[in-house]
């Protein structure tokens, strides 16, 4: 397939991907778009101009919206039907490259564009599905000889976050103020957080409204999720350690979660699924899983200091989740709880076995004792005020590329 | 004040009240209401009809909608001054109490009334504010010499829960289906949760939406609350024992949880304020408040088997509560977390010091040691199928009594 918009060869929005976001064009205007290349483009005027026409189920100009929810909710038959359309015009020699009008009209230059949430997301979800993460938090932080808990290769552990503050790629954060105790301290303090880390992950987003106590099969999750974005779940781990026993992680996340703004359709991650590491003991019936249900997407982690430069400091891949996509939306919703149009659920830190795939400075520093040193000389245990992290996602395969762009948000000094 | 509308004086309705909720009103029209007694008031048509005239801030038909979200949104200056205008219009010798054709258009009975939820929950976070309740639970499950965690004193310890499955009393649920790990075996199972209990709490709902980085400080926090509901935490202790380590309870509760439809506001609940329990150690500054934050609010737990009686089998109050809904929103807040319009803070099991004020089954029978005696000659370790929980709220001081009538739930049998 090859477009008449050009792109390099390392462009992760390439004619294979297609994918969905919502955009403030010339600051003036919001509508869904999609992107090839360094092009984004305008889904709203190219319905409006008749390209989107004759796709059943598609019967008014849902692109019109601050959120892709509506367009999503139409289901895979409907966003499939639309993503192989956008691809078909964005070939050589088709209706859309001879039409200069609507090129003029339809297509935005990067700079051109602001990109916003691409959803509302009425419930998030955060799961905890690496199971080199689980092994290193459990050996920093219970006991190295019985790092995972006995739970833990029964069920796709996970607990609900704050869906309020999740924001979009981009977006300044406040380091977090909130209670610590020191180790060598009797009684808390009050402070800024002293150990703010981010967590490398990925999340997706769920493409329909099911009813209470109605359950989704591992069979089925996957035709409910739309597509998948780069998520950093910022954490506070001396907030966490002190507020997380007994009931979870609270204030040491909810200050804020930043989400990438192109969601790749599972469509066009098809080429790259891989295979699950093999779960040992044998999972309960109900999370049993045939086929290939992992993605291999290469994820990269920098850091970079205020004016400096970027510090490549992990490189971890999503194919070694131990649980999938589909195991977690199947016991998310075991128990009958329902899903609704939006709702993001992100994996857990995707950590790898070596060192530099950790996908939190947590583990790549092991608890600040290894601090990472960067170029400019400067060394980090935790992230330091106006550092900004950016995380990178893509997949490559025969040629093939098609991948998320970035993750990235700075760490502003806590509000006096 | 005395008012046209007749009522006993066990109403929790007096004219002192004036709650807020949503009614669908001969099954075909959805309007925010009050309630008098037994009668419920059409609010929008009560607008339409010129009742609600010169209130500032109040500038069009915000109870012709769904939830009460556009109206709570206006602030408590709108809020308490359209509560106060309708109790003044339900006095004797009011305009309104001449108006013939208003009266027959506005006022419905009850049985021609169904609620709905009262506002769109964007985000739920459950507290575990009793120190009763959590003295039972951590000797139960950890060490009874020490119950309390190190961490409880300090922060009102709480979780995110899951705003998509909350739904308004009457609803019915069917029993989870989950992981349990029975103590006699070597495996987790799977099946219908066995263990199936309410949690007795109340929760409150906020007036705004704040801009991320920001808190809200204790002194303040009243400000944003617009009222309070009873809440019946549903919990299913099998899955919750197994699941609920390191991330907290996730798929034990979120199955559903259940409000009571007329949301109470603070300024009806005036009366009752109270003081609380000594805070012993001393909270940290952001912590520390004045006056009396806390409300006398008697709470009563009832079990009504299939065709049977109702059964009282829990006596608790508001009062017990060692942390504050004013520390809660100023704790959830100092990290810079938003919140929003409609959001839901649940207080988490309101237990108090005598056997029969415990909160949940759980803690009733502790852990099904001490079965409760039903009327009817049977017992409960725990909640059967086809047996209804009722929780009524009501405060009661110097003959005048404000409150929140019941939230009910039947539990039907799992799913095949």
């Given at each position: 397939?090859?477009?008449?918009?050009n792109?390099?060869?390392?462009?992760?929005?390439?004619?294979?991907?297609?994918?969905?976001?919502?955009?403030?064009?010339?600051?003036?205007?919001?509508?869904?778009?999609t992107?090839i290349?360094?092009?984004?483009?305008?889904?709203?005027?190219?319905?409006?101009?008749?390209?989107?026409?004759?796709?059943?189920?598609l019967n008014?100009?849902?692109?019109?919206?601050?959120?892709?929810?509506?367009?999503?909710?139409l289901?895979?038959?409907?966003?499939?039907?639309?993503?192989?359309?956008?691809?078909?015009?964005?070939?050589?020699?088709?209706?859309?490259?001879?039409?200069?009008?609507?090129?003029e009209?339809?297509?935005?230059?990067?700079?051109?564009v602001?990109?916003?949430?691409?959803?509302?997301?009425?419930?998030?979800?955060?799961?905890?599905?690496?199971?080199?993460?689980?092994?290193?938090?459990?050996?920093?932080?219970?006991?190295?000889?019985?790092?995972?808990?006995?739970?833990?290769k029964?069920i796709?552990?996970?607990?609900?976050?704050?869906?309020?503050?999740?924001v979009?790629?981009?977006?300044d954060?406040?380091?977090?103020?909130?209670?610590?105790?020191?180790?060598?301290?009797?009684?808390?303090?009050?402070g800024?957080?002293?150990?703010?880390?981010?967590?490398?992950?990925?999340?997706?987003?769920?493409?329909?409204?099911?009813?209470?106590?109605?359950?989704?099969?591992?069979?089925?999750a996957?035709?409910?999720?739309f597509?998948?974005?780069?998520?950093?779940?910022?954490?506070?781990?001396?907030?966490?350690?002190?507020?997380?026993?007994?009931?979870?992680?609270?204030?040491?996340?909810?200050?804020?979660?930043?989400?990438?703004?192109?969601?790749?359709?599972?469509?066009?991650?098809?080429?790259?699924r891989?295979?699950?590491?093999?779960?040992?003991?044998?999972?309960?019936?109900?999370?049993?899983?045939?086929?290939?249900?992992?993605?291999?997407?290469?994820?990269?982690?920098?850091?970079?200091?205020?004016?400096?430069?970027?510090?490549?400091?992990?490189?971890?891949?999503?194919?070694?989740?131990?649980?999938?996509?589909?195991?977690?939306?199947?016991?998310?919703?075991?128990?009958?709880?329902?899903?609704?149009?939006?709702?993001?659920?992100a994996?857990?830190?995707?950590?790898?076995?070596?060192?530099?795939?950790?996908?939190?400075?947590?583990?790549?520093?092991?608890?600040?004792?290894?601090?990472?040193?960067?170029?400019?000389?400067?060394?980090?245990?935790?992230?330091?005020?106006?550092?900004?992290?950016?995380?990178?996602?893509?997949?490559?395969?025969?040629?093939?590329?098609?991948?998320?762009?970035?993750?990235?948000?700075?760490?502003l000094?806590?509000?006096?």
């Amino acid at each position: 397939m090859k477009s008449f918009v050009n792109y390099t060869e390392e462009s992760d929005f390439s004619i294979h991907n297609v994918p969905f976001g919502v955009a403030v064009f010339n600051q003036e205007y919001i509508a869904c778009a999609t992107r090839i290349g360094d092009m984004v483009l305008d889904l709203a005027t190219l319905y409006d101009y008749g390209f989107l026409e004759n796709i059943d189920g598609l019967n008014e100009n849902v692109f019109e919206a601050y959120t892709l929810n509506e367009f999503i909710e139409l289901g895979k038959p409907v966003t499939n039907a639309v993503r192989e359309k956008i691809q078909q015009l964005l070939l050589e020699g088709s209706l859309l490259s001879k039409d200069e009008k609507s090129i003029e009209d339809c297509f935005f230059d990067l700079d051109q564009v602001k990109m916003m949430m691409p959803v509302h997301v009425p419930n998030y979800t955060d799961f905890y599905s690496s199971i080199e993460h689980a092994t290193n938090v459990g050996s920093m932080f219970r006991d190295p000889a019985n790092a995972l808990l006995p739970n833990w290769k029964h069920i796709p552990v996970g607990y609900h976050g704050r869906a309020s503050s999740i924001v979009i790629s981009g977006t300044d954060l406040h380091r977090p103020k909130g209670q610590t105790k020191p180790a060598d301290m009797d009684k808390p303090i009050f402070g800024p957080s002293k150990q703010l880390d981010f967590e490398l992950e990925m999340g997706f987003i769920i493409n329909q409204n099911t009813e209470m106590g109605t359950s989704i099969s591992v069979g089925d999750a996957e035709d409910s999720i739309f597509g998948m974005v780069l998520f950093n779940d910022w954490s506070a781990r001396d907030i966490q350690a002190w507020e997380y026993v007994p009931l979870g992680p609270f204030l040491a996340k909810n200050f804020g979660s930043t989400v990438s703004p192109w969601v790749v359709t599972l469509e066009a991650l098809a080429p790259f699924r891989a295979s699950s590491p093999k779960q040992d003991p044998e999972v309960l019936d109900y999370l049993k899983f045939e086929g290939n249900k992992n993605f291999d997407i290469n994820l990269e982690v920098f850091l970079q200091p205020e004016n400096g430069e970027e510090n490549l400091i992990a490189q971890s891949n999503f194919k070694y989740m131990y649980w999938n996509m589909a195991q977690q939306l199947a016991h998310h919703t075991i128990n009958g709880c329902n899903v609704e149009v939006g709702d993001l659920y992100a994996s857990g830190t995707i950590s790898g076995k070596e060192k530099d795939s950790y996908g939190s400075m947590l583990e790549l520093t092991w608890r600040g004792t290894n601090p990472i040193q960067l170029k400019d000389g400067s060394e980090r245990k935790f992230i330091d005020d106006n550092d900004t992290i950016i995380m990178r996602g893509f997949a490559e395969k025969d040629g093939l590329r098609v991948g998320f762009g970035e993750v990235s948000g700075k760490i502003l000094a806590a509000k006096p």
